[in-house]
């Protein structure tokens, strides 16, 4: 059965990893009929908006988009095109899955765990203001529904994938009201849905340090919105950085699968860019469409290249001599 998938190529570097991903995707064999769409700085110049509604409308239609990095300036400038598509798709479950990969050498080994993060509220609700000059006020926003709901995603993951944990990090200790109720709903779900999942709750600097400690130890780890973003970036460094990890942005309607790196636009058209990170969030993709197969594939592609550790098949970030699309025909060359 074939499949239409929403593609936002992004800015910088994104249109190169974009087509990286696409072309190792087509070499499943999976049947993709691709949407492309526009998102991020290109698509205000051309458009006059950062996330045009019809790039909203056609994600929503299809229920499935693979988005390349976009560009999101600091301190100014036009809004977040991720913080957009959350809050415009209901995407509430940020998945950022890490793992050691073979061939990529880090401090730690046998790394394997999951961050799951709520996506939609918390101090990215973004409501801000000036209470007199020099004095701004963040309002941290909580919710039964919101709380309730990415606990219960994270208990349905480790169910449906067989994980033995949840653990829980939080700051209830200072902010007893707002992640007081994150930590309410996560026993509640706990008890009406564990069935043999483990559950654990730690304060976040604790668990931050225990992560630097031993990060085997943990499992699928649970957190709001800020907390979330931050850790899954800390978790990241783990196992090689940004550029070697996945990322998925879930509702019950549609699905974003993203890489979660910059734009990088320094290097960006000179075929330098590792496009594994969006390639391993068309894995997800996969999987999320029931494509299992396919997506095993394409790891196993990806292991096998980094695992050989040939230069001239790998980019520079991971100690190699090749480029963009040098990576995308040494997995296409292993699908094959």
């Known amino acids: 059965m074939g499949h239409t998938i929403c593609i936002i190529p992004g800015d910088g570097i994104g249109p190169e990893v974009a087509t990286a991903a696409r072309r190792v995707i087509d070499a499943s064999g999976v049947s993709i009929d691709w949407v492309e769409l526009p998102a991020g700085a290109g698509a205000v110049e051309k458009f006059g908006e950062v996330l045009p509604d019809d790039t909203v409308r056609a994600i929503e239609a299809h229920r499935v988009a693979l988005k390349g990095p976009v560009t999101t300036p600091i301190g100014g400038g036009f809004t977040s095109v991720n913080v957009g598509l959350r809050k415009r798709l209901n995407l509430y479950a940020a998945v950022r899955p890490v793992r050691s990969l073979p061939g990529v050498k880090t401090r730690y080994e046998d790394v394997d765990l999951v961050v799951v993060r709520e996506n939609t509220e918390g101090l990215y609700s973004g409501l801000e203001n000036e209470i007199t000059a020099g004095v701004v006020q963040s309002l941290k926003i909580a919710t039964r529904t919101a709380c309730e709901r990415i606990a219960r995603y994270a208990f349905n993951y480790c169910h449906e994938r067989g994980r033995k944990r949840v653990t829980v990090f939080h700051k209830a200790n200072i902010l007893k009201k707002s992640d007081g109720l994150f930590l309410t709903c996560a026993r509640e779900v706990r008890d009406a849905m564990a069935n043999g999942v483990e559950y654990e709750e730690l304060i976040i600097d604790n668990g931050c340090m225990q992560l630097v400690r031993d990060p085997t130890r943990f499992d699928v780890v649970l957190m709001e919105n800020l907390y979330g973003d931050i850790v899954s970036d800390l978790c990241a460094g783990l196992v090689g950085g940004l550029g070697v990890v996945p990322g998925a942005n879930i509702g019950d309607g549609c699905a974003v699968f993203e890489a979660v790196h910059g734009s990088a636009p320094d290097i960006a058209g000179q075929n330098l860019a590792n496009p594994l990170a969006l390639i391993m969030s068309g894995v997800m993709m996969l999987n999320h469409l029931g494509e299992t197969g396919a997506a095993t594939r394409i790891r196993d592609a990806y292991d096998a290249v980094l695992a050989e550790g040939n230069p001239a098949e790998l980019t520079r970030d ?19």
Do not use: M, Q, V, W
């Open 318 to 336: 991971i100690g190699g001599t090749g480029g963009t699309s040098t990576f995308a025909d040494a997995l296409i060359k292993r699908l094959g």
